[in-house]
């Protein structure tokens, strides 16, 4: 990747769904090694914003760069660059997890498979078909899959949820080391607790609009503006 | 390198379940194929082939005809489901895609699935061959599953222009014209299949009309049997570079699409479902209604056209109409009274026992839902037939309604019990019904 240009570029981004406007005039830059917790209140534009930072919806105005490849028209390529984990993970229910991250890395051309369940911690679970697996077990295999080619950009929505303190902590630990190599990172949540360990900055929406863009620092102000 | 996706399917095909359900659709046209002949193939009684070719002839283009625009109706469905709204999209959109590689592994899956439709076609037709004409039989059956094949390739390439259509600026008008109460881009895929089934049924016209012209001793038809799979081959090759450009962009068409109804379910979404006034204190069906309109509208929309054709069939003076009608909108009523079978594949396994609801509500309601639907194929129909002919309608009428609510009673049983499987139960069980009441009354 490109070290001068930033690791994603939100300019002006607007989506609008027949009358109702999702994101407004929404603008940010993520630099490469920085975690950016994405908060706000339920009905934000978080996911919406995810998606297209994902290339899973076209914005209707702006512009929108994972690693200086524009996403309306380089969607394809740019998801080579990026590992998502949405927030209801799909996966092939009759694979095991093994198998399903061996797939990962084929289609992506590289990754570490044991690297990967060790982030996930499935143990013998991982030889296990899918369909077994409760929704915890689910989401640590998403997110597996979505480290193992150990892209520069990773995006999680809402990506702890359902994983139990233990879980959480080897994922949160993963992902600092990701972001140490260099990866960016922007997890979506509500829990704003989690991002005082992990994030370097925190980004929060209110009615598609950007309320707060700030360091993990003024995480105290963050959360006044939430509670409001 | 081997296709990776195609691995993942051979493993996903050898786990899952699904084994003999090729198997029962094909002997559901066994046992349906001596009810379904008098309505099928009542041009076999018209005399020996040879003895009166012309009058043999025309009845076995219409039947071929008729029988491979089914198998490319189905296919032209099969296809919009596999590309666009199959189990794969939502597990590989969270990564880089080799489309090119990924479609033929699709198509691939898709025709190992529904390679038993030219079967059941074949089974049905047997009688031709039985009764000493294999030359008509062999080229009935090079027509059909020449269709197939086209229907396979052209329903995958012109779902992915439908989705460069969806984005395309210079379509956008037209799509406006079309789209009805629908997102403009919805109406790309709403119509793409039936794009599907144009094309491919222009090709099948061609070649039966080709089959018919040899038997009755014009050579040169033989060779019209190469238009639907020339036609299916050129599609194929324009597959691999359509996907690599528009396979991805589908991702955000649905998402969009889905994000635009939910923009409107914030304002006047009650008013926007069709027949939802009949719910009153009834969740389930409200439910129902709801689910049949948005995710699976095609159906509804598809029994109108039906309906629509059936009342052309019905407006004669010819006696022999009601039979006719009751071949065609009980096919169509048929296919729209599995409909439960699809609206349970799709509701949570879960949600009705947290919600407190017995399954026996859920079912009626499915059930409710596919009689209601199946009304827009019936009353056209009724309607011709009680102007042209008078008392006729009631019977016919009656009729349908019964095949109706059989196959209701059907599809929400298979529903019910199988969930999403329940198509594999309904489908050969239907088959069945439609035989023996087009042979009792076609």
Partial sequence: MNEQKPAVMVDDVVKKFGRVKAVNGLSFLVQPGEFIGLVGPNGAGKSTMIKMLTGQLLPTSGTIQIAGIDLTSGADRARGLIGYVPEEPSLYEYLTAREMIEFVVRIRGKGDVDAALEIAGLGDDSNRIIQEYSQGMRRKTALAAAMVAQPPVLILDEALNGLDPPSASRVLSALQQARTKGAAIILSTHVLDTLEKVATRIIMIRGGSLLADAPVSDLDRVRGLFDD | MLNPYREVHALLRRRQPRRMAVVWPILAAVVAMPLAKPALLGFL??????????????????????????????????????????????????????????????????????????????????????????????????????????ALAVGYAIHLLAVWSAFSPSFSAVLDLLRGPNPRMQAALI??????????????????????????????????????????????????????????????????????????????????????????????????????????????????????????????????????????????????????????????????????????????????????????VILPCVFALCVRQGFVAVYVGGMLEVLAFVGACVGSAAALTQRGRGMWMYGPAALLLWAFVAGRLG
Avoid at chain 2, 86 to 94: A, E, F, I, S, T
Avoid at chain 2, 224 to 240: E, T
Avoid at chain 2, 259 to 276: F, I, K, N
């Fill in chain 2, 45 to 150: 009684s018209l005399g020996a082939p040879g003895s009166d070719s012309a009058a043999f002839a025309a009845g076995f283009e219409a039947i071929v005809f008729r029988l491979g625009a089914v198998v490319a109706s189905a296919m032209a469905l099969h296809t919009y489901t596999d590309l666009v709204r199959g189990p794969d999209r939502p597990v590989l959109d969270c990564h880089p895609v080799d489309a090119g590689a990924l479609v033929k592994a699709l198509a691939l899956r898709t025709a190992r699935q529904r390679v038993y439709l030219p079967f059941i076609a074949a089974v049905l037709l047997l009688p031709v061959g039985i009764e000493g004409n294999w030359v008509a039989w062999i080229g009935g059956n090079a027509v059909v599953f020449g269709g197939w094949c086209c």
């Fill in chain 2, 191 to 376: 119509y793409a299949p039936g794009a599907v089934l144009f094309v491919v049924g222009v090709a099948l016209l061609l070649a039966s009309a080709g089959v018919s012209g040899a038997l009755q001793g014009w050579s040169v038809g033989w060779w019209f049997l190469l238009i639907p799979p020339g036609l299916g081959v050129i599609s194929w090759l324009c597959v691999p570079r359509l996907a690599d450009r528009h396979y991805v962009a589908a991702t955000a068409l649905l998402s969009e699409v889905d994000g635009a109804w939910a923009a409107v379910d914030e304002t006047d979404e009650a008013h926007r479902v069709y027949l939802d006034w009949l719910a009153t204190n009834r969740p389930e069906l409200l439910r129902a209604l709801r689910n049949g309109w948005r995710r699976l509208r095609m159906w509804p929309m598809l029994g109108w056209l039906a309906g629509f054709v059936a009342l052309f069939a019905g407006w004669s003076d010819d006696p022999a109409a009601g039979g006719r009608v009751v071949v065609v909108a009980g096919a169509a009523v048929l296919a729209i009274t599995g409909i439960p079978c699809q609206l349970s594949s799709g509701d949570p396994p879960w949600l009705d026992r947290a919600l407190g609801i017995a399954p026996s509500r859920v079912a009626v309601a499915r059930g409710m839902v596919a009689w209601l639907y199946a009304q827009g």
